[in-house]
């Protein structure tokens, strides 16, 4: 349950409220925002407190999720949607498409800096780049582990953009935060590790949150909760592609939940196409309609040269395809607002 006091609500009424839950045993948390006071009720109401709190002239309404248990990632708990600071970089609503890209893994010094500089110069915003790559076989590239973040780091600092890469265990968080990784990625793999997710929430740093390969919205957003819960306010949503029954793309993009996160949800959403499809050639297509249907941003992975990429080549723009990506992400996203 959410619970919306009105607008002008005395500080005293909302204390007394506060009160009043914790005497019956009853855990909230209270919006961030400075508009109106918010409670997110995170117990269950004893018998007849429910209507109690209905009959206080200082609730406005009392809000449900729109599904499931998810309380302080609902769209009832804040006014406005959440936008996400990474560094001079904003995720979210009334701000610039967003347009991370970079090489799936860190192949070397050299390598990922030339990438990084490609892709500041096509305009992206932010360096991606893996260092610990959970791969399917276990005789595949699994990445330069610290000394992959530490490139990484490096290159954005190089050409001034923040870096993301993705995290793999709960152990590998003080590295990540020593190394200076701005973003923490945590993968479809490991969208349900809760561990994980607890770990990554005490960090301090903003989190994309990728959806799990057959997870479903709500699922996914039970996820975020973990991090909300854990004081990680700075969530970003990244929708990769589902699997499904199709075998002709690596996944099925999934563009269905964008208006529909809209509605349930004020995190901010970008949209992964290079995993979802799989196929360099259909991942502008992909992002354009991404673009127009609402997404917040683009992840897409870039190579110098795909075809020796030692992870995901075949699904790895070039540096001139990137960026028409950038050009028409940002004009598309002042096009639809």
Not at 315 to 325: F, R
Request: one cysteine or more.
């Amino acid at each position: 349950m959410i619970l919306r006091c009105r607008r002008g609500t005395p500080e005293e009424a909302v204390t007394d409220i506060e009160r009043l839950l914790q005497e019956n045993g009853v855990r909230t948390v209270r919006s961030p925002e400075a508009r109106r006071p918010i409670l997110a009720v995170l117990d269950k109401l004893p018998g007849g407190l429910a209507e109690e709190l209905a009959a206080s002239p200082h609730i406005e309404e009392r809000a449900a999720p729109a599904k499931g248990a998810f309380r302080q990632v609902s769209r009832a708990f804040q006014d406005e949607p959440t936008v996400v600071r990474i560094g001079k970089l904003r995720i979210g609503p009334g701000h610039p498409c967003a347009v991370i890209a970079g090489p799936c893994s860190v192949e070397g010094r050299a390598r990922v800096l030339e990438n990084a500089h490609r892709v500041k110069e096509a305009g992206a915003h932010m360096l991606r780049g893996g260092a610990f790559k959970p791969r399917t076989s276990p005789y595949a590239f699994q990445g330069f582990g610290v000394e992959g973040l530490r490139q990484l780091k490096d290159a954005g600092e190089a050409v001034g953009l923040p870096v993301i890469s993705e995290i793999m265990d709960a152990a590998h968080v003080p590295a990540f935060v020593d190394q200076g990784i701005d973003c923490l990625q945590i993968g479809a793999r490991n969208m349900q590790n809760f561990t994980l997710l607890k770990a990554v929430a005490r960090a301090g740093r903003p989190v994309l949150l990728k959806r799990g390969l057959a997870a479903t919205v709500e699922e996914w957003l039970l996820a975020a909760e973990y991090l909300m819960e854990g004081g990680c306010t700075q969530v970003v949503l990244c929708e990769r592609g589902i699997r499904t029954f199709e075998t002709a793309t690596r996944n099925t993009l999934d563009l269905t939940i964008l208006p529909l996160l809209r509605q349930w949800t004020h995190l901010p959403v970008v949209v992964d196409p290079a995993h979802a499809s799989g196929i360099a050639t259909l991942i502008p297509t992909l992002c354009r309609a991404s673009v127009a249907a609402g997404a917040d941003g683009l992840a897409v992975e870039v190579h110098l040269e795909p075809a020796i990429a030692r992870s995901d080549g075949p699904q790895a723009l070039l540096p001139g395809e990137l960026k028409q990506v950038v050009a028409e992400a940002r004009i598309l996203s002042s096009l639809f607002g």
